[in-house]
């Protein structure tokens, strides 16, 4: 959902109006920027550059991608009670040792590696101004460290 709405209240408030008591809405988002807990994703890094652009990019847009921090608020002034908020790490790639989330590496991998060239485009073109080669240009760098095992990085979920 990330980035697709530009009033997220409106939509939550939708839910809880449209739901009859008692009723459920769950929304599940990826929180940007990405995360690290060893420093192995450095600020100066292709990946960490992309990330911060793309942000710049969908907040002009008026499509900020940082709402996942903002959904249990949201419920929560909306109108909905006991509101939970789980949040995972799925990483970027399969660098972490444990078989499961070594897993969800491969699978998280697989689907950014395809998505991030279409994820920059319109912000990058349309937004801030860039051409198509430079996209193009950045997105592969970011692709390589994205790829790199050594580097522990993660998508908040």
């Not at 760098?141 to 790829?147: C, D, L, S």
Request: net charge negative; with cysteine.
């Amino acid at each position: 959902m990330t980035g697709s709405f530009a009033d997220n209240m409106s939509i939550v408030q939708k839910a809880f109006d449209s739901l009859e008591p008692g009723g459920y809405f769950e929304a599940q988002d990826m929180a940007l920027p990405l995360g690290c807990d060893d420093g192995t994703l450095t600020v100066d890094s292709d990946l960490w550059k992309w990330v911060l652009l793309v942000m710049e990019g969908m907040e002009k847009f008026g499509r900020p991608v940082s709402a996942a921090q903002q959904w249990k608020q949201l419920m929560e002034a909306a109108g909905f009670e006991d509101v939970v908020e789980t949040i995972y790490k799925w990483p970027t790639n399969r660098w972490p040792r444990d078989a499961h989330y070594k897993e969800i590496g491969m699978w998280s991998l697989e689907n950014m590696d395809q998505a991030l060239e279409p994820a920059t485009l319109a912000p990058l073109t349309r937004a801030l101004g860039w051409t198509y080669e430079e996209v193009i240009v950045l997105v592969s760098k970011a692709r390589k460290v994205m790829r790199d095992p050594t580097v522990h990085a993660y998508w908040p979920m």
